[in-house]
């Protein structure tokens, strides 16, 4: 997911797509601890996904607030 698709999001929809990968990211841990994933670099892509967001959502609200 690249930034300049997430700064077109609005803050609500942010949330919502942090919220369903964090699970994904839970998700993918847990079955990569029983057996391997086919592509554990996902999980590094998934990790660094939420925290762009996360930066972002947060950006975003202190620009709201100035």
Known sequence: ???SEIREMTPSEIKERIETLSQELVR???NHSISPLENPMKIRHTRRDIARLKTILRQKQLNEKQ
């Open 28 to 30: 993918m841990k847990i």
């Open 1 to 3: 997911m690249k930034s």
